[in-house]
Structure formats: structure tokens, C-alpha cells
């Protein structure tokens, strides 16, 4: 782990990444990012707009490069966007230059959190459940491989959740001292 003083959140839309990112940047003393509202501030444009322009895949080209700017500071927490992990390039850069957290939450949970969203172009559709389902059989797998660790955050507030993830951070961090 060569960046241990940078955390990057993963997981689906709804995991909590953006609201648990700043709780947990304020905890650990770091600078904040959310990777679709850097996205969002370069461009001028919304995500939907993005999608509706370009397409998914000129958006995971932009989000790919935006990670890669992001990844590259210091002492940040950093909320990627759901589909980051999708492209083996950007899981690299993840693992590279910080420590992974992936914010799992069941269906239930993610449905309940996304019910009123109308910024998520991946979920305007009629069937948000079918959708969401068919996001999460593709991607869990990934995002378990991509991460140093995985934390529950369903039923949960989210300052729980950035203490949890902040003890298990110092106890991963010890015993990488202690290794070497």
C-alpha cells in the first residue's frame, strides 16, 4: 500500500460513499473529494447531461481521467462514482495510491436511499429494482476485489460508519508497520 494517507470509497450509488467520505475526511483530519461533482465542476455540465451527450462510455472516459488527477493528491478522501471500478486501469490506480474502502449496502437499502434520486441517469428507468440488481451482480464481485476493506453501512448512521472505518485504518496501519 504506497499511499496509506489517501482513502478511496467504492460501492454502489446509494452506499453512502459521498456522505460518509465527509464525515470520515473531517475525523482523519483530511481534504474531501466526490469524483461526479469534480466531473460535474470541470465540465459544467450535470452527469445526466454527460450521459445524454456522450454516453456511459464517454463518461467513464472523463470519470477515468478525473480519477487519475484525484488519485494523485495527498491526504484525501475520495468518493468515486459506482462504475469507477469497472475499468481494470482505474482499479490499478486505486489499489496504487491508497487504501480501498468498499461501502457495501444490501438492495433494500440502496432501493430505499436512491427512491426520489432523479440525478442517477443509470436509474432512470421503470424498473430501478431490476436495474439495481443487475448493477450489483455485475459489480459486487469487483468491488470485493478491488478493496483493502469492506464495511457494512446498512442500518447505520454514517459518523458510525467513518469511525469504523477510521479504527480499522489505524489497526490496518499498525500492523503494516509491523510487518515491515
Known sequence: ??????????????AGKSTIGRHLAELLN????DSDSEIEKRTGAGIPLIFEIEGE?????RESSILDDLTRLSNTV???GGGAVL????????????VV????????????RTRRDRHRPLLQTT???????????AREPVYRQAADMVIETSHRSPVSVAREIARKLES????ENLAS
Open 172 to 175: 490496518l496501519l499498525k500492523n
Open 78 to 80: 475520495l468518493a468515486t
Open 57 to 61: 462510455t464517454g463518461f467513464r472516459a
Open 87 to 98: 475499468s481494470e486501469d482505474n482499479r490499478k490506480i486505486l489499489r496504487e495510491r491508497g
Open 101 to 112: 474502502v468498499y461501502l457495501h449496502a444490501p438492495l433494500e437499502t440502496l432501493l430505499q
Open 127 to 137: 424498473d430501478r429494482r431490476r436495474t439495481l440488481e443487475d448493477i450489483l451482480k
Open 30 to 33: 483530511k481534504d474531501f473529494r
Open 1 to 14: 500500500m504506497s499511499r496509506p494517507d489517501n482513502l478511496f470509497l467504492i460501492g454502489p450509488m446509494g
